[in-house]
Every structure is written in C-alpha cells, then in structure tokens.
C-alpha cells in the first residue's frame, strides 16, 4: 500500500471522470505498491514449485487477481493473506482446466500462461476482453509448434481466443523473434524447466525490452533456476529442474513511483521513496537518472531515493529498456524547456493500446505540438488547455496525465476505474502533496 494523509479534496470524482486539482509543490514521503512484474512472474513459478510458497508484499491488482485465477483452474490454491499470496504448488502436476481462462486485458498473465497450458496434459482454451484479443501472440505461438505442440487462434489471426492442446512439452531449439515483446522470451523461460529436454532459445535479431527478461532470469534464480545468458542471443535451460518453494518479498514497483517522480519534477518539489531497491534490475527504476539529466537533483540510499524537481529541459533518449515510464516522461515533457525525443519505443503499439498514437492523440488534445513515427515520439512544448482526456482503457495513459493536471487547471481523466489493473487506489492518492510519513 502507500501510506498517504492529505489534508484537503484532491478531486471531484464520478464512475466517469475525474478532474486533477492543480497544487502549487508536491513534497512527502511514499511508499509505492509491489511491482506487477515481480508479481505475475512469482505467482506462476510458485504455483510450479515443489511446495508452499509465501508471497509478501505483491501487488494486488485485476492483473494479479486474473493469474491467480487462472491458477485456480489448473488445480492451483492461492490464499490471499493480509499483505500476502500462499501459493501450493504442485511440482508441476496441473490439472487440465475445466473451464475457459478469461483474463480480461492483461498481457502478462495471457502471455505467461500460453507457454504455461501446454505442460497439462488436454486442452486449454485462453481468452480475454475485446483488446486482449487484438494482441498478438503469434511469434510465441510460432514457438510452441516450433517443438510439437498444436496451439490454434480462434479467428485466425495469431490474436486469443487461443487453443492449447499439450501432452507435455519435449523442449529443444527454438527460434524467436526479438523485436515484438520480451514477454513471449518470459513465457518459455519461466515453463522451461519443466519440458522433457534441454531447451535452447535463439533470438532473432535485437531483443527489446532486456531489462524484463533480467527480471525473469532474475526470479528464476531465486526460485532456484539456472538460466544461460549469451548476451540476449541464446538463452539456455536445463530440463528436469524444479522450483524451491519458498517466502519470497516482492519488490515495490518502479512503473508505480514514476508518476510520483514526475509530480515532483514538473512543480519544483520534493518526493522521497520508500522501501524501494534503487539498485533493482527493474527497467523503470533508470527513470530517475532521466528525470536528472532533465534537471531535477537525486539522492539515493540503500531502500529510499529522494528527488528534489527543479527548471527541466527536453532530452534525446532511448527507452526501449524503459517503456512502461515512455508516458511518464511525454507527459513530463510538457513543462520542458525545448523539445524531447522519445526513441526505441515500436513495441508500445501492440500494449494495452497502441500508446504512441494515444499519446500523440492526447498530448495534442493539451495543446502540445507532437510528431510520431514507427518507433519514436517527439514532443514540442506549447500553450496548454484544459481538456477531457481519453484513457483508451489503459491505465498507464491515465495516471500519466494526471501528472498534467498538477499544472494545467481543467484536465479531466476519463475511465479512471482502468487503474485498477495496476494500482487500484491510485486516485485516493494524488495530488501526492502534504503527504506524510505514517
């Protein structure tokens, strides 16, 4: 949770909209929730490992609530504990679901899962909501026929509905492409120890998004698997390796405190984090070193990072290791001196939405003078406006602009229940000004 005491009304707020009250400086202490990534990817070793597993401090979100059940239909018992998951896993033994897996728009859970469903023995049918099933999974599909196993897309179009039917998975080299997602390297990598054989995973061409597969190699080794790394080329497992059961604490969630971050650089504030790792392999835990080349000043200790905002100026970057803050850092840009490149960011169009257009489409609704291609954003400060802003259903777009309404009077964020996928009382919490240590 994140501890936070505010002193007046930070918004008005219906089913529909919320209106951001615009605040002079953002200072206070927070404690940002667990990371989603660390979560989703806990949660599925331990429902394979050889015993109870207890995970404190994860996320609870609709995105963490899908895996777990989904976990619940292939045999798996999750209790939910104050501040904790008990997962009772089954050393890899599940049970063929009896029912379809719906798991709404979340991608992780859908990707990790269509590696996962093809060590049960029958078929498993994967779908989610009307988004989900324009999401690709063709390439990580490509993979599973690649060593025998029959996977068919509903309509066709390597999007969910997907039918898996698996008798176990006999492993061997495999070729995958690198420049869609990482989540489909995740998926393999995190079954992979229970597949008949050794498994080799070619990448073909430049993995994107390294930092989430440093997660998973990350975790895996927690849990007591050994993964080769050959420079993101080839990554290798042994078969025949179980997972350790084991307490496991789930890192706060670098996504979670860019927002907090950016509040505090556009109004020349200061934020401290706590309880975070300012070490972690997490992608978006780099997001404070771009907040100070754009001009803020950053202090870091060993479990707290402390931002003091100061005058910004736009920045070339690539954030191809960072694309969960990309909408951050738009937004910030807004109150930069001069313009800021975005680069390296191709695989945000096949995300909850395609991102870049929904930026473009957004910060253009402001006022700011935008240009996008295939892979990169450009944002050109501007007089702003307030305005309605579209959330496309994404809750990265929404608690992004609201880091825009700190500053421009009149910005109304539309949907703000899609939070809900990654933070659900995120809007009981902003503005984060007066905000104290508890």
């Known amino acids: 949770m994140l501890w936070y005491i505010s002193n007046f009304e930070c918004f008005e707020k219906n089913e529909t909209l919320i209106e951001i009250t615009p605040v002079e400086k ?95 023995k029958g078929k498993v049918r994967l779908d989610g909501d009307e988004r989900m099933r324009e999401r690709p999974l063709t390439d990580l599909l490509e993979c599973l026929k690649q060593m025998g196993v029959r ?24 070729k995958l492409a690198g420049d869609k997602s990482s989540q489909y390297l995740t998926s393999l990598l995190l079954s992979a120890p229970y597949f008949q054989n050794k498994t080799n995973i070619l990448i073909q061409g430049d993995l994107t998004s390294k930092s989430y597969a440093d997660i998973t190699l990350d ?38 405190a ?33 907040l100070e080349k754009m001009g803020c000043k950053v202090k870091k200790s060993a479990d707290s990072l402390q931002l003091q905002g100061d005058s910004l100026r736009g920045i070339t970057i690539n954030m191809n290791n960072m694309p969960d803050a990309v909408q951050t850092l738009a937004v910030t840009a807004l109150f930069a001196k001069g313009k800021t490149v975005i680069k390296g960011i191709g695989n945000l169009r096949i995300k909850e939405t395609d991102r870049i257009e929904a930026l473009a489409n957004e910060l253009g609704r402001l006022g700011a003078e935008i240009e996008t291609g295939e892979d990169f954003l450009i944002i050109r400060p501007s007089e702003y406006r307030g305005a309605e802003i579209e959330t496309y259903n994404d809750h990265r777009m929404a608690m992004s602009f609201a880091i825009a309404g700190l500053i421009i009077p009149g910005v109304k964020i539309k949907n703000p229940k899609c939070v809900e996928k990654s933070f659900p009382d995120f809007f009981a919490h902003w503005p984060p000004s007066n905000a104290k240590k508890t």
Not at 51 to 72: H, Y
């Open 26 to 120: 953002v200072s206070g202490f927070i404690k940002v929730p667990g990371s989603k990534s660390y979560t989703n990817r806990a949660l599925l070793i331990a429902a394979l490992a050889d015993g109870v597993s207890r995970l404190e401090k994860p996320l609870v979100s609709d995105d963490t609530k899908f895996m777990i059940q989904a976990l619940n239909g292939f045999g798996i018992q999750v209790e939910e504990a104050p501040n904790t998951f008990i997962v009772s896993g089954k050393e890899g033994k599940l049970t063929a679901p009896t029912e379809d897996i719906f798991v709404g728009n979340a991608g992780t859970t859908m990707r990790f899962l269509t590696t996962f469903s093809a060590l049960v």
């Open 151 to 174: 996977t068919i897309s509903t309509y066709h179009n390597g999007c969910p509905p997907i039918d898996i039917e698996g008798e176990g998975v006999p492993g061997g080299t495999l």
């Open 219 to 256: 975790i895996m080794k927690t849990f007591g698997i050994q993964v080769e790394n050959d420079n993101y080329k080839k990554f290798s497992v042994e078969a025949n390796q179980i997972y350790k059961a084991q307490t496991y604490q789930v890192e706060g969630d670098w996504s979670s």
């Open 258 to 290: 860019s927002y907090f971050l950016a509040a505090a650089a556009i109004t020349g504030g200061n934020i401290t984090l706590t309880g975070v790792n300012p070490a972690s392999i997490q992608g978006d835990a780099q997001f404070p070193d771009v």
